[in-house]
């Protein structure tokens, strides 16, 4: 299996070096090419065809072909053929020899996509004359080069004959049984060569399946290995302190936030170091649950850090935190950038005697001469913002301190388990009681007028107002509302009744932190920004957010953005401001107004942009799968992992020889050494 492709007939130097552009370099990666789609060229009756279906048809010319040129070289051919009892048009774009080849009564095979309205195929492969033996349901493979689909689909058959009887399957046999998958050997024949529809879905099923299962059982390895091999700290905080400290609070625990604290504290009594990502919309409630976790550790002796990534959201941590914990004697500090001179050498002699409980601050945290006398818990604040050195450096200022990442950003549970596998993932999806839900509306340009108006009453209640654009300033590509423009239409219609501030990307990261600063304080009554206000800041005056072009936005981001307001206990509002040209685009617009829960976004987005778009494409955390689909299989994503989860937790994998294989395989990847095995 591990032999070169060379070593199959047919295949010279120059193949060989197509095959390893494509990454085949064995006939195991060979066998393992699989196909991305299937054409289907089987008859079909074209009255049970769905409109834009791909669809194959036999039939008889029945009109003289008609060619149209039209644009540079570019020709639209159109002909009348008869099929059963329909008389249906082709076009052909592009191919004008077909002029001369094709005539009235021949009989034609054509394939292409059915436009059941008008009664029209757009052709895209055809034969002359009637289908007979050729192959109905075709495997297609993303191909490079001057590599064709025939070739590839030639050297693989040579491959599977030659290694049949030496094809090992990984996937453990009582798996296979349980739900009842082909094997190893035979899914790759289907996939290769399926029969027909039901061999070629069983193979999928079968690859869907192991892609997941092997992706997870090396997350739940790494995640079993770190934790064994990461001597943390037991915590043995004072129950009764904590029990005190939640009777005191101005409000009751909603139910969600009771669960997940039972699970941190879980973590900070085991012997092993945590490793959880703690998910919660904006509002639910995630601050306090991070309070009670740092009050835990500082009851057993230890100190706690938490890392944020702006200067504005570290005061409004400090603020809030030492609200909570100065009536208790509990001391808070602020270390950022802007914390200098003997101020600052004061506050790290005190952080290193251990006379400081709580630090906060920014990635000033991380610097060398930041020294914590006992560390017990980090936490990191919106951590996607920092980079994995820069949470690992924090991690190291103390002797395994336990590690919880906050973030607000709703992410659907399918990906957090496939980009977070390695980590715990507890989730506060309960939003505190009375607070008002915001109402959102999706608004058309040529309502702008009424919009403003409603923006001068929110105003004139003393109210502030966000007003967010998705680029700075004008692009020749993007007819979008940009920020710059919108600042000076704003300023001129409220002239001196109301002042208007600007932030964008482009500013330097002090004036960034000025105006927001300015607009918490009431300073600014409109702030017009691009979308680097959307993190964090808390400002619970603002009762309006208009989004101008909020179809350029994804439901997650529009989501986040009108997360700014709601945060007082007056009535808040979001305006969208969109005319979508595209279906998708209106169903965006649509669900933001039926709905305020963003874990139910984030799964809409999910299916709506895939998992590619909505972490962005230049996200590194997402693997690739060549079958399975994160968003489509995910009920398999989730059964694979609960697999994988019992079988790295069993004794058996362990010691059994049959695991052999899946143990090899955790080798390779590095994750186990081969010592481990021993």
């Known amino acids: 299996m591990k032999e070169s492709v060379l070593s199959l007939n047919g295949v010279g130097e120059e193949t060989a070096q197509q095959l390893r552009d494509m990454g085949i370099h064995t006939i195991n990666d060979l066998i393992n090419y699989l196909p991305y789609r299937y054409d289907d060229f089987r008859m079909k009756d074209l009255t049970e065809a769905a409109h834009e279906e791909r669809v194959t048809v036999e039939g008889r010319v029945h009109s003289e072909p008609s060619l149209q040129f039209f644009g540079k070289k570019k020709s639209r051919l159109t002909l009348r053929l008869l099929s059963g009892p329909h008389s249906i048009k082709v076009t052909f774009f592009n191919q004008p020899y077909l002029k001369k080849k094709l005539n009235v009564q021949d009989i034609l095979t054509v394939t292409g996509k059915w436009d059941r309205h008008r009664q029209m195929i757009t052709a895209q492969t055809y034969k002359i004359g009637p289908q007979q033996g050729e192959e109905e349901f075709s495997p297609v493979y993303p191909l490079k080069g001057l590599m064709t689909n025939r070739t590839l689909k030639k050297l693989i058959h040579q491959a599977l004959a030659r290694c049949a009887d030496s094809i090992a399957d990984p996937i453990p046999e009582e798996l296979i049984a349980k739900y009842k998958l082909p094997g190893r050997r035979e899914a790759l024949e289907g996939m290769h060569f399926p029969t027909d529809t039901e061999t070629m879905k069983q193979a999928r099923r079968r690859f869907v399946y192991e892609e997941f299962f092997l992706f997870q059982l090396k997350m739940q390895a790494l995640r079993k290995v770190e934790r064994e091999q990461s001597k943390g700290i037991s915590i043995d905080y004072i129950k009764d302190d904590l029990t005190a400290f939640i009777s005191r609070l101005p409000f009751p625990l909603t139910n969600a936030q009771k669960r997940v604290l039972k699970e941190i504290l879980k973590d900070l009594k085991s012997p092993h170091r945590m490793n959880r990502l703690l998910q919660g919309d904006v509002g639910s409630g995630k601050t306090v ?146 607070r008002k839900p915001i109402q959102t509306y999706w608004a058309k340009e040529n309502m702008l007028d009424r919009i403003l108006v409603f923006m001068e009453k929110e105003l004139s209640n003393g109210r502030q107002v966000y007003v967010i654009c998705p680029l700075i300033e004008e692009s020749e590509k993007l007819d979008v509302q940009n920020a710059i423009d919108v600042h000076v239409q704003l ?40 979308t680097v206000v959307e993190v964090g800041v808390n400002v619970p005056n603002a009762s309006l957010m208009v989004i101008y072009d909020a179809e350029r936005f994804g439901l997650s981001q529009l989501h986040q953005l009108r997360g700014r307001v709601g945060r007082g206990s007056d009535q808040s509002y979001c305006i969208l401001l969109a005319d979508p040209k595209n279906e998708v685009g209106k169903e965006r617009m649509k669900i933001m107004t039926e709905t305020n829960d963003g874990f139910v976004l984030s799964e809409k987005d999910l299916e709506l942009r895939g998992p590619g778009d909505f972490f962005g494409r230049k996200q590194s955390g997402l693997p690739e799968f060549k079958v399975a689909d994160m968003v489509h299989d995910y009920r398999a994503l989730e059964i694979a992992r609960d697999d994988a989860h019992k079988l790295i937790e069993s004794r058996e994998f362990w010691n059994e020889q049959r695991f052999e294989l899946l143990k090899a395989i955790l080798v390779e990847d590095g994750i186990l050494s081969g010592s481990k095995l021993d």
């Open 491 to 530: 300023e001129q219609y409220f002239f001196d009744r109301y002042s208007v501030g600007l932030m964008h990307g482009r500013l330097h990261a002090d004036e960034k932190e000025r105006v927001m600063k300015a607009f918490s304080e009431n300073q600014f009554h409109v702030l017009v920004s691009t």
């Open 289 to 434: 649950v991070a309070a009670i976790s740092l009050l835990a550790v500082i009851t057993a002796g230890y100190q706690g850090a938490l890392m944020v990534p702006t200067e504005i959201l570290a005061e409004q941590h400090a603020e809030s935190l030492n609200e909570l914990f100065q009536p208790i004697g509990v001391t808070v500090a602020l270390l950022t950038s802007s914390v200098k001179g003997k101020r600052r050498t004061l506050l790290l002699e005190k952080l290193a005697a251990g006379e400081i409980d709580i630090l906060i601050g920014t990635h000033a945290l991380i610097q060398d001469e930041v020294d914590f006398k006992h560390l017990g818990l980090v936490i990191t604040d919106e951590q996607h913002r920092f980079g994995v050195n820069q949470r690992r450096v924090l991690r190291e200022k103390g002797e395994n301190p336990d590690v919880l990442f906050m973030t607000a950003t709703p992410i659907p549970r399918t990906l957090a388990i496939t980009v977070f596998g390695e980590m715990d993932v507890s989730i506060i999806d309960e939003m505190p009681a009375g």
